[in-house]
T-cell receptor, first 112, second 115 residues
Framework: GESVGLHLPTLSVQEGDNSIINCAYS??????FIWYKQESGKGPQFIID?????DKRQGQRVTVLLNKTVKHLSLQIAATQPGDSAVYFC???????????FGKGTMLLVSP | EADIYQTPRYLVIGTGKKITLECSQT?????MYWYQQDPGMELHLIHY???????EKGDLSSESTVSRIRTEHFPLTLESARPSHTSQYLC??????????????FGEGSWLTVV
C-alpha cells in the first residue's frame, strides 16, 4: 500500500554536527512534502516544505532535498543544537487531496 | 506561533464516560483536522472539516464524532470512552488547499487516558 516512512527510528549526534534525517515515500502522485518537528508533550511544528517540482529548498539551518527518482526525502540540519532534539516527521500531500499523510517519526538526540 | 488551542491538555476519565475535547483557532482557517497519535508513533487522521457544517472521516476509523457549527471551533466527542481510546489527540487547521500547498498548524494536543 501507499506509505510514508522513515529509515531510522533514532539518530544520535553531537552538538555542532550536521544531522540528516531520511524519509521514503511510495506515492509518486504526491506533490507536496512537509517536515515537522515535535517536541515532547507538544504538537508538531512546521519546519520546511517542498513541492515536487523542486529538488532542494533551504531555510534557516535546515535544507530539504527531494529525489523523485528514488522517492526519497531528507532533512538536513546544520550545526545541530540541543534544542533540535525532538521527533521529526515527514508528511506528504497528494495532488487533488487536502489531507496530509504522516510517516513514522525519527527521534533526533543531540548530545552537548 | 500558531493560534490554535486545545482543552483539556490532560484528562483521566473512567470507562463509559462521555468526553468532549475542545479545539479553537483564531486564524480564520476554513479547514480543521483531528489526528490521533500514540506515543512514539505517527499521526493518523481521524476527522477533518472543510468549513462550517462540513465533517469528513479520516484515514483511521474512530468511534469519536465531530461537529463544526462555527468556523473557529471543532470539538471532538467520545460518547462512551474505553481504554482503547487512550491516546493523544491533536487538532490542526489550515487555509483551504489551493494546490500550492498550505501549512497545517497544530495545537498542543490533548492527552486522554481512560481507566
Amino acid at each position: 500500500g501507499e506509505s510514508v516512512g522513515l529509515h531510522l527510528p533514532t539518530l544520535s549526534v553531537q552538538e555542532g554536527d550536521n544531522s540528516i534525517i531520511n524519509c521514503a515515500y511510495s506515492n509518486s502522485a504526491s506533490d507536496y512534502f512537509i517536515w515537522y518537528k515535535q517536541e515532547s508533550g507538544k504538537g508538531p511544528q512546521f519546519i520546511i516544505d517542498i513541492r515536487s517540482n523542486m529538488d532542494k529548498r533551504q531555510g534557516q539551518r535546515v535544507t530539504v532535498l527531494l529525489n523523485k527518482t528514488v522517492k526519497h526525502l531528507s532533512l538536513q540540519i546544520a550545526a545541530t543544537q540541543p534544542g533540535d532534539s525532538a521527533v521529526y516527521f515527514c508528511a506528504e500531500l497528494k495532488g487533488g487531496y487536502s489531507t496530509l499523510t504522516f510517516g513514522k517519526g525519527t527521534m533526533l538526540l543531540v548530545s552537548p | 506561533e500558531a493560534d490554535i488551542y486545545q482543552t483539556p491538555r490532560y484528562l483521566v476519565i473512567g470507562t463509559g464516560k462521555k468526553i468532549t475535547l475542545e479545539c479553537s483557532q483564531t486564524m480564520g482557517h476554513d479547514k480543521m483536522y483531528w489526528y490521533q497519535q500514540d506515543p512514539g508513533m505517527e499521526l493518523h487522521l481521524i476527522h477533518y472539516s472543510y468549513g462550517v457544517n462540513s465533517t469528513e472521516k479520516g484515514d483511521l476509523s474512530s468511534e469519536s464524532t465531530v461537529s463544526r457549527i462555527r468556523t473557529e471551533h471543532f470539538p471532538l466527542t467520545l460518547e462512551s470512552a474505553r481504554p482503547s481510546h487512550t491516546s493523544q489527540y491533536l487538532c490542526a487547521s489550515s487555509e483551504p488547499m489551493t494546490g500550492s500547498g498550505n501549512t497545517i498548524y497544530f495545537g498542543e494536543g490533548s492527552w486522554l487516558t481512560v481507566v
